[in-house]
Structures are given as C-alpha cells and as structure tokens.
C-alpha cells in the first residue's frame, strides 16, 4: 500500500495490475492447502477409526472435494474478465489535465521553508 498510496502517477495502477497477477497464485495455494487438509483428514480416519465407519466418512470428505472444486470453477468461470472487459488504470490517469505549476499544497514537507524563519 506504501507505493500506491505515495508511489509517483501511474503507481496505483502498477499495484493493481501486480495484486491481479499475484491472486492467482494465492487462490491456487489455498485450494491445495484445503485439498491438501481434506485428504490428510482422510488418511486419518482410515488409522483411526474402524474400516465401516472410515468408510463413510471418506465418502463425506471426497464429497466435499468435490464440492469445493466444482463451486471454485463455478465462481471462477463466472467473474473471469474477458480480454475485451479489462480497464486500466493508465487510461484514467491519461484522461486527467496535467498541471505544470506545483501548487504550495502539494509540497513535500522537506521541500517547505522551515517555520521558524521569518517571511521575507
């Protein structure tokens, strides 16, 4: 958030474009730490429990696999953006006026007079 809150123009847009990327691999390491977590829960019941029991509860489980995969892929398909639907932020940044003076408001603070001194 540091760079696109106090980045140069054309920051946001950057870090944007970089969270879109990088969700990805976030949403594909959570389904297989919970793909990965089920199928642990499984192997256990088969150490622990007795084979009918083990039985139905692997039953339960591989039907919740199936469940999560098939609403993932649902979800997925439903909010993916098509090449033609993608806005960028460089767009709206190009669509702004350019201002050529700097105004006082928009000073850095090490830029500003001390306040100490005296206005001359």
């Not at 847009?13 to 970089?18: A, I, S």
């Not at 084979?51 to 696999?65: F, K, N, Q």
């Amino acid at each position: 958030s540091g760079k696109a809150l106090r980045g140069k123009d054309g920051s946001m847009g950057m870090v944007v474009e970089g969270m879109n990327k990088e969700r990805w691999l976030i949403f594909y390491t959570f389904g297989i730490g919970l793909l990965s977590l089920l199928i642990a829960v499984a192997c256990s019941t088969w150490l622990l429990m007795q084979r009918e029991i083990a039985l139905i509860a692997t039953v339960m489980l591989l039907a919740t696999c199936y469940a999560l995969v098939s609403n993932a892929i649902r979800i997925f398909k439903k909010f993916e953006l098509q090449a033609g639907e993608v806005v960028r932020f460089n767009d709206f940044l190009r669509s702004l006026p350019k201002s050529e003076e700097q105004h006082e408001d928009e000073l850095d603070e090490e830029e500003m007079d001390d306040p100490k001194q005296p206005i001359v």
